[in-house]
């Protein structure tokens, strides 16, 4: 079972002014990994100490793995990387990586994310564009590796290389 906590970043949004359409889409995803349950939500503006304030709640409360939308970018405002580099001990990059290269090859603009991910005592937090079909394609692109992740977090010690194939 995978504790998940779904983190809207938007000023529109927090202040009711637009509906947040890239949390729905990401609990919708998310259902589609085996084991993973919303059990949190929320929807912050664009204020680094408020959207550190709800990660390290959510941590502190054990969630396995934090999903955040939007804040992203390159707009002045767009503070959830820093806001997450805050909160984290340990940068997983291969996460970021693997869904930047997989935007690039949509659009030039996916070179524009500045997402991150990473570790904060036993909690994976990953952030995702605020666009709703950019949030989706990307959390498509990293939940193949999800399990494992997850997994190795909440203390599996089987072995992680592959068997070797017998000739």
């Known amino acids: 079972m995978y504790r998940v906590g779904i ?7 927090a ?10 889409v ?4 998310i259902a589609g ?3 993973a349950e919303v059990v949190a939500r929320a929807i912050v503006p664009d204020e680094r100490e408020e959207i550190e304030a709800v990660l390290r709640r959510w941590v502190g409360e054990g969630l396995d793995l934090i ?10 405002r767009d503070v959830t990387p820093e806001a997450t580099r805050a909160v984290i001990e340990r940068e997983t990059p291969g996460f ?9 090859a949509i659009t030039p603009h996916g070179m524009l994310s500045r997402a991150v991910a990473g570790i904060a005592g036993c909690t994976l937090i990953i952030n995702l564009p605020g666009s709703p079909r950019a949030a ?3 959390l498509e692109t990293i939940m193949p590796a999800l399990p494992h992740g997850l997994d190795k977090l909440k203390g599996d010690t089987a072995e992680c290389a592959r068997p070797a194939e017998s000739s």
Do not use: K, Q
């Not at 202040?15 to 729905?24: L, T």
């Not at 939308?69 to 707009?75: I, K, N, P, V, Y």
């Not at 970021?96 to 690039?104: H, K």
């Open 7 to 13: 983190l809207t970043v938007s000023d529109r949004a």
């Open 15 to 24: 202040r009711g002014e637009r509906e947040d359409r890239s949390g729905p």
């Open 26 to 29: 990401l609990a919708e995803t």
């Open 33 to 35: 990994l085996p084991g």
């Open 67 to 76: 999903l955040t939308t939007g804040g992203t970018g390159l707009s002045p």
């Open 96 to 104: 970021a990586e693997a869904m930047r290269a997989a935007s690039l």
């Open 136 to 138: 989706r394609e990307n």
